[in-house]
C-alpha cells in the first residue's frame, strides 16, 4: 500500500504522463523516488542549471538586489515538496520516469535463455507453423526498453528460418556441451525429428517482433538502434555480421531491424489487451522479463491476464530469472525447462 505522499506523486504521473505506476511495490519506488532526490540535492550543491527549490522560496536576482526579505534556500528533501515541485514544473516528470523505470539491457541478455529459445523453442514453433501451412510467427517483447532483446530474436529467427530453408538442420549449440545433464536432457526433442520438419519448409515463412514499452525515450533509442560495444558483450561472434560499425557504436543492419516494430504500451492499459500495433494480439511468443518483479500481485495478475489472452494456444511466456506466473495462472501454463523460466500456454 501506497502511503499518501507517494500516492500524489504516482497519481501526478498518470494524469501528466498517461505512466501508471500505481502498482509497483513500496519499497521500490520509495528507494528510486529517494535516488531522484539526492541527485537532486547533489545537482544543487555543485551549482547546475538543475538546482531546484521549494515553490515558496524561489526569488529572483532582482528581487534580492532590491532588498526583498529572502528565505534560505535549500533544495528539495522531502516527497511532499516533490510532489509540489512536480506540479509546477512538468518537465522533471521525464528525470522521475527514467528513475522509476529500469532499463538495463543488453544484446542476448542471460544466454542459457537464449540458447533454450534457439535449440528448443524457436524451432518447435518453426515446425509447428510449417506443419500446419501458416506462413507467419508474431512475437512479442514486453518491456523492450533500448531494443536489444527484440533484436536479438530477430537474429535468432532470421538464421532458423535460414536453415530451414536450405535443409540443414539445427543441432544443440557447442555452447551447450557438456553444461550439465539436466541441461541436455532439457533440449532433447530439439534434434532430428524437428530438423526434419524445418528442412521441408517452404520459402515463404516469415516473422513479425513487436516490441512495446512504457517509455518513449527508450524506444526512440531503440528505434535510431546504435549500441556501445559494452552492450553487445554477451553476443555470440557469429552475429557480428548483422551489425555495421556506427563511430564507437554498433547498429543492425537493416533486414535484421525490418521485422521489428517499436510502439508505446503500457502494460496496465485498460483499453486493450496487446499492443494496439499487433491489432488481434495472436502471439508465438511472448517475453516479458524483470519486469513483473515490480509490480504488486494485484497488478501482476491484471498483467498475466494479458499475457494469457494475447498468447497463440500452445504459446511460449518468457518471463525473469525470479518471476513466476501468479495466481490463478499458475494452472495456465506449464514450465518447460529446469534452467529457464519459459512456460507454455496451456489449452483449457
Known amino acids: 500500500m501506497l502511503n499518501h505522499e507517494m500516492a500524489l506523486v504516482v497519481k501526478e504521473l498518470l494524469k501528466r504522463r498517461n505512466v501508471d505506476l500505481s502498482g509497483c511495490c513500496h519499497d521500490f519506488l520509495q528507494r528510486q523516488i529517494n535516488g531522484r532526490l539526492k541527485q537532486i540535492r547533489t545537482d544543487y550543491k555543485i551549482g547546475t542549471e538543475h538546482q531546484i527549490y521549494t515553490e515558496h522560496q524561489i526569488h529572483t536576482e532582482h528581487q534580492i538586489d532590491s532588498g526583498q526579505k529572502n528565505n534560505p534556500k535549500h533544495p ?15 518537465e522533471e516528470l521525464e528525470h522521475l520516469i527514467d528513475s522509476l523505470i529500469i532499463q538495463v539491457s543488453s544484446f542476448f541478455r542471460d544466454p542459457l535463455v537464449f540458447n533454450y529459445l534457439f535449440c528448443k523453442v524457436l524451432p518447435e514453433i518453426i515446425a509447428s507453423k510449417s506443419a500446419s501451412g501458416e506462413p507467419s510467427i508474431r512475437i512479442w517483447s514486453a518491456g523492450c526498453a533500448t531494443g536489444e532483446e527484440a533484436y536479438s530474436i530477430a537474429m535468432q529467427m532470421g538464421e532458423l528460418l535460414e536453415k530451414s530453408r536450405t535443409g540443414s538442420g539445427i543441432g544443440i549449440e557447442t555452447s551447450l556441451t ?13 534434434g532430428t525429428a524437428i ?14 517482433v513487436f516490441a512495446t514499452d512504457i517509455n518513449e525515450k527508450t524506444l526512440d533509442n531503440a528505434r535510431k538502434a546504435v549500441y556501445a560495444p559494452e552492450h553487445l558483450e554477451n553476443m555470440p561472434f557469429k552475429y557480428i555480421r548483422h551489425f555495421n560499425r556506427i563511430g564507437n557504436g554498433y547498429s543492425p543492419k537493416n533486414y535484421i531491424k525490418q521485422p521489428v516494430t517499436f510502439s508505446r504500451y503500457d502494460l496496465l492499459d485498460k483499453k486493450s489487451y496487446c499492443p494496439p500495433e499487433s491489432v488481434f494480439g495472436g502471439f508465438d511468443l511472448v517475453l516479458c522479463r524483470n519486469l513483473l518483479i515490480y509490480y504488486n500481485t494485484r497488478y501482476q495478475n491484471i498483467i498475466f491476464t494479458k499475457l494469457h489472452r494475447s498468447l497463440n494456444d500452445n504459446g511460449y511466456l518468457v518471463l525473469g530469472e525470479t518471476e513466476m506466473p501468479t495466481g490463478q495462472f499458475q494452472d495456465s501454463f506449464t514450465r518447460i525447462s529446469d534452467c529457464c523460466q519459459i512456460f507454455k500456454k496451456i489449452n483449457i
Open 178 to 190: 557438456g553444461s550439465g545433464t539436466a541441461i541436455e536432457k532439457s533440449l532433447k526433442g530439439s
Open 76 to 90: 528539495i528533501q522531502t516527497v511532499t515538496e516533490y510532489y509540489e515541485y512536480l506540479q509546477s514544473h512538468p
Open 195 to 208: 530438423e526434419k520438419r524445418l528442412a521441408g519448409n517452404g520459402s515463404s515463412m516469415g516473422f513479425t
